[in-house]
């Protein structure tokens, strides 16, 4: 019998996986210690952020997929909770009520339901022989829904998003047919004007305003678009170099080491450093659905997959709304952009990919 180097190993981890994660986090910090004006306090934090969102990656990482799932539904339901409180007593900043400050440091709840609401539609899904029926199919989307719902109330319409594509994944990947994915797209065509009239707040109809024209409002609502534009556009093929940003630099680009520091590494490092950085994403998801392929069983190879598409959503949004090609809707660039609970909710989502294969392989050997 072939003894795999994971039955050696003190910890699971998948190696690959974690290279590419460091990697990035690497990219990151020469990016933000640029876009942040050479602030080493605002390194030093980041660097503990990611600390606790490794340590957290390493704690999920030695769990069974087994023992993950008896604890699912606790873990969604302990999210709801939190998205009450947050709309009772939640703390507000730029009229959005999204945090609960415990003192000593304030979350977002929000956060927690990326992981959630893909770990409990997996659950459910699971529970009974895939493809869903149309009743379990309606339940699903009921769990989607209403984390969904209160987020948007919050308003925090980015996050409402990527936690419902995290759902509509895990649907998607369930083995939905072409007809019902097709009556999805039609159903939210057809909506679309309940949406935009009843649903989206006036600043959020206004991004997608922008959007269209930005020039509408140069020195308001479509300046951070434009600015944006030009700085990318000014880094050419090979940048103008690190530190030597100028749109960055001289406070024309605001934003620049959350939402938007995908373009002060534009600017500085090029089309040949995106290129670089696009590689890097790439070989990360594509280690994640390698993982999600290999998995023992339909619940980690539904919770996989969409943990690593919810990534892919991620990257292509906040690289879409920088460029002008999507509205703003405030993600940030994972592992490269400035964060506290994001950065730690994406390592959490690793680590249980990460648990899914070095298991995998353990049971196998």
Same mark, same amino acid.
């Given at each position: ?133 149309? +009743? ?105 170099? +690190? ?123």
């Amino acid at each position: 019998m072939q003894i795999s180097w994971h039955n050696n190993s003190f910890l699971h981890l998948d190696y690959p996986l974690l290279f590419g994660l460091l990697l990035l986090f690497a990219i990151g910090l020469l990016t933000l210690y640029s876009a942040g004006g050479q602030n080493l306090d605002l390194i030093f934090r980041q660097i503990l952020r990611f600390l606790v969102g490794f340590g957290i990656l390493l704690l999920l990482a030695q769990i069974r997929t087994q023992k993950i799932v008896s604890f699912v539904p606790w873990v969604y339901m302990f999210g709801i909770l939190l998205l009450l409180l947050v709309l009772i007593m939640g703390e507000s900043t730029n009229g959005s009520q999204r945090w609960i400050n415990l003192g000593l440091f304030r979350f977002q709840p929000s956060e927690i339901m990326k992981l959630a609401v893909p770990l409990m539609v997996a659950w459910y899904l699971t529970s009974k022989p895939l493809p869903p029926t149309s +009743w379990r199919l309606l339940v699903a989307l009921t769990i989607i829904f209403i984390p969904v719902f209160l987020v948007i109330k919050q308003p925090d319409l980015g996050t409402s998003l990527l936690i419902a594509a995290s759902g509509m994944f895990v649907l998607l990947l369930a083995g939905l047919s072409w007809r019902t994915i097709f009556g999805f797209i039609s159903l939210t065509v057809l909506s679309t004007p309940i949406l935009w009239h009843y649903v989206l707040h006036e600043y959020q109809r206004e991004r997608i305003r922008i959007l269209l024209n930005p020039e509408r409002d140069p020195a308001g609502a479509g300046y951070h678009i434009i600015q944006s534009k030009i700085a990318i556009g000014s880094g050419g093929f090979s940048g103008k170099g +690190w530190l030597n940003g100028t749109q960055s630099h001289l406070q024309f680009l605001p934003e620049r080491s959350t939402d938007f520091i995908f373009a002060v590494y534009s600017e500085e490092l090029g089309l040949l450093g995106v290129l670089v950085l696009l590689a890097i994403y790439f070989f990360v998801l594509s280690r994640g659905m390698y993982i999600a392929l290999k998995a023992q069983d339909s619940f980690a190879r539904l919770l996989a997959g969409s943990l690593t598409l919810t990534v892919f959503v991620y990257i292509f949004v906040n690289m879409g709304m920088v460029s002008g090609l999507l509205p703003v809707v405030g993600l940030p660039l994972p592992l490269i952009s400035y964060g506290g609970t994001s950065l730690v909710t994406l390592m959490a989502g690793f680590g249980l990919i990460m648990a899914i294969h070095t298991h995998r392989r353990l049971l196998s050997d």
